[in-house]
Nanobody, 121 residues
């Protein structure tokens, strides 16, 4: 019903920055929540940052002060600005959206395919 396409991942040195983008498409009624999750090798997937339709944000403690999540409702896009990157930030980052569509008016969870972020010298 909703497709999420991420971009902006890549290889960066420790201390560097990346900006991830995720654009939602489909016949969308309302996107309630958007966010980013990540899964590092050998670890469980974890929530990194989420932002509600009212722009309330939440971050995992390990990225507070370094990452900033934002959204552009006109473009149905969520961003994650990542600064001061550390090797432990290395993971596949997945875009997330809780959205209602024109055909399904109650919210469902949607996931992108993921974009890889590697922080290494």
């Amino acid at each position: 019903q909703v497709q999420l396409v991420e971009s902006g991942g890549g290889l960066v040195q420790p201390g560097g920055s990346l900006r991830l983008s995720c654009a939602a498409s489909g016949i969308i009624f309302t996107i309630w929540t958007m966010g980013w999750y990540r899964q590092a090798p050998g670890k469980q997937r974890e929530m990194v940052a989420v932002i509600s339709d009212s722009a309330i944000t939440n971050y995992v403690d390990s990225v507070k002060g370094r990452f900033t999540i934002s959204r552009d409702n006109a473009k149905s896009t969520v961003y994650l600005q990542m600064n001061s990157l550390k090797p432990e930030d290395t993971a596949v980052y997945y875009c997330y959206a809780k959205a209602s569509t024109e055909g399904i008016k109650f919210p469902l969870d949607y996931w992108g395919q993921g974009t890889r972020v590697t922080v290494s010298s």
